[in-house]
């Protein structure tokens, strides 16, 4: 990705990074505070790799973690089956 750094400052208006797969392994992307299925996840495996990105703590510009629930917070726009999967993944011990 070209510019990457510059995408990343604070002080540069973009606020959100379209990104096909990098919700996937072998990514690291702790500030990701939306998740939009476009398709059909299947393996239950890639589900949680998806929404375990979502989960991280964000972190400030400094790469220092931030504990603010107010910041921390992940919505999930999906389709059906990936909307059960989510709340039966809440329900999880």
């Known amino acids: 990705m070209q510019e990457k750094e510059k995408l990343l400052d ?8 379209f990104s096909h797969s990098a919700l996937r392994e ?8 939306q998740i939009c299925t476009l398709n059909e996840t299947r393996s239950e495996i890639k589900k949680r790799q998806e929404i375990g990105r ?3 703590l964000s972190v400030n510009q400094q790469g220092k973690r931030i504990f603010d629930p107010n910041i921390n917070r992940l919505t999930v726009i999906a389709n059906e089956s990936y909307d ?9 011990s």
């Open 54 to 56: 979502g989960l991280r």
């Open 84 to 92: 059960a999967f989510a709340k039966a993944l809440q329900k999880e």
């Open 26 to 33: 072998g990514w690291d992307n702790p500030n990701v505070f």
């Open 10 to 17: 604070i002080n540069t208006p973009l606020r959100f990074i």
